[in-house]
């Protein structure tokens, strides 16, 4: 059975990395901000920042529909989103089970300092993974994300990635 990795985690604490380092691994990696950026340009530059949701939907819908393909083949996934509400994970794993595949939550937590510092780089690079984040815009994405509770079992990532790896190797083998 496939596998379904579902990142859990605020703008800035690792998401992409983690998806990149398991797209080296076989997995195949989606990601929501990338394709965003890639049929719409920069956020805030190429478009008002009030209208990225806007242009989200769509493309969260065709990556689950990719997901859904990818599943259906065979293939492990890595998601490259947020899923910051208990909502948007509950239908995530819904859709990966519906597919044939495993859903596995990895919840990269974070503290605020440690965020505002790998921001304040980022915000400097000008990719499909850099958007501008201001301190007041971190508060308000804490405030709107949901920490996954125990009962979603989620494995905790603490950056490290042989530890995810066989975490991962065994939800397969236990599934499959």
């Known amino acids: ?3 379904a990795v579902l990142l859990v985690g605020i703008t800035g604490s690792g998401k992409t990395t983690v998806a990149q380092a398991l797209a080296d691994h076989g997995y195949t990696r989606l990601s929501v901000d990338e394709e965003v950026h890639r049929l719409h340009g920069r956020y805030g530059v190429d478009y008002p920042e009030q209208t990225y949701f806007e242009r989200q ?3 969260v819908e065709a990556i689950r529909a990719r ?18 509400r208990r909502t948007e994970r509950d239908a995530w794993q819904r859709t990966a089970r519906e ?3 495993h859903p596995v939550l990895v919840y990269l937590p ?7 510092r790998r921001l304040t780089e980022r915000n400097r690079r000008e990719d499909a993974n850099a958007l501008t984040v201001s301190p007041e815009a971190l508060d308000d994405f804490f405030d709107r994300f949901d920490t996954p509770a125990d009962v979603e079992e989620a494995t905790v990532y603490t950056g490290d990635l042989d530890a995810l790896m066989v975490t991962l190797s065994a939800a397969r083998h236990r599934q499959g």
Do not use: C, K, S, T
């Open 1 to 3: 059975m496939p596998v």
């Open 57 to 59: 939907r769509p493309v």
């Open 67 to 84: 997901l859904v393909n990818e599943l259906g083949a065979g293939n492990d996934v890595i998601l490259d989103h947020g899923l910051w």
């Open 99 to 101: 597919a044939g595949g």
């Open 110 to 116: 974070a503290e605020r300092d440690e965020l505002l």
